[in-house]
């Protein structure tokens, strides 16, 4: 089963039970992959395009959730962190550092990075081989630690 129709069976069930709540987040995400699917035609939709989607949306509710804080509106808060659990039980187990270190000194390996000039490679790379697993701030930094380290 696909990750876009394991979101759209949760979605139904989630109707049935009236949960209004956990559809209103599914039906956001579910948009914004209609959205992707339209925008990557004729080419199918892949697991990469819904997690790339989910993470988007997540970066989005993120930042509202900073406004919504500060501008103190305590019930708007509760429900932008009822979505973005509801959406990050969708992507996969991000990586720990350990592991990303591990792809990080592999990829410079298969590359001979030599300097910082090098991270733009290095990142694509990286990011290749862990498929959407690794989030992209811890591994800039950790890019940039061992690149400046060589």
Do not use: C, W
């Not at 949760?10 to 914004?32: G, H, I, P, T, Y």
């Not at 199918?44 to 997690?51: A, N």
Request: net charge positive.
């Amino acid at each position: 089963m696909s990750l876009k129709e394991k979101i759209l069976k949760e979605l139904a069930v989630s109707m049935k039970q009236r949960d209004m709540a956990k559809v209103k987040a599914l039906r956001f995400v579910n948009s914004a992959i209609k959205n992707k699917e339209i925008e990557i035609r004729p080419k199918d939709l892949t697991d990469e395009h819904v997690i790339s989607v989910l993470k988007k949306q997540i970066k989005q509710i993120k930042e509202s959730l900073e406004h919504y804080k500060k501008a103190g509106y305590s019930d708007r808060v509760k429900e932008e962190e009822f979505q973005l659990s509801v959406l990050q039980a969708y992507l996969p187990e991000t990586l720990s550092s350990e592991d990303l270190k591990k792809a990080v000194h592999e990829v410079i390996a298969e590359i001979q990075a030599s300097s910082i000039k090098d991270m733009g490679a290095v990142m694509k790379g990286v990011m290749a081989k862990t498929k959407g697993s690794a989030d992209g701030k811890q591994l800039s930094q950790i890019v940039r630690e061992e690149l400046s380290n060589l």
